[in-house]
């Protein structure tokens, strides 16, 4: 990552920081509302309202992609950590099936190329040389 990058997305922590902390003294301003505390809490507001504008500003600046069922698991009130963990086993299940028909694809050929060799000497070896000979071929750019 990119020095750039790296210092626009600790800005963005930052200020995702200041919103919550911000908040949490919104919810401790209005659990104890007092009529004469409205001034209090209209300033926090717009302390929110400005913060959002400011994290606004800075995400213009940064491409992250989330995959959607992470921002779905967290509207859910779902860990997102257990999330990305049961996503990465899912990947590591599928890259090793994966894996596995490539190296029983390669088997098959190699023994359909043992076959072919068996039966078709003649033919094997004119393959042979015509490949060679494509390969010595060289491409003149005018």
């Known amino acids: 990552m990119d020095e750039n990058k790296k210092q626009v997305l600790e800005e963005v922590e ?3 920081l200041q919103i919550s902390d911000t908040l949490y003294r919104l919810s ?6 007092q009529p004469e505390s409205s001034n209090v809490v209209l300033s926090r507001v717009d302390d929110y309202v400005r913060q959002l504008a400011d994290l606004s500003a800075a995400n213009e600046k940064v491409d992250v992609q989330f995959p959607a069922g992470l921002l779905e698991a967290i509207d ?6 257990l999330y990305m963990q049961h996503l990465i086993e899912t990947l590591n299940d599928k ?6 028909r ?7 050929r190699d023994e359909l ?9 003649n033919d094997v070896a004119v393959y042979e040389k015509a490949k060679e000979a494509n390969n010595q071929v060289t491409i003149i750019d005018d």
């Open 14 to 16: 930052k200020r995702l």
């Open 28 to 33: 401790i301003t209005l659990l104890d509302f």
């Open 76 to 81: 859910e009130g779902k860990n997102p950590d």
């Open 95 to 100: 890259n090793q099936k994966t894996n596995g």
């Open 102 to 108: 490539i190296e029983s694809i390669k088997g098959l």
């Open 113 to 121: 190329r043992k076959e072919i060799e068996m039966n078709f000497k």
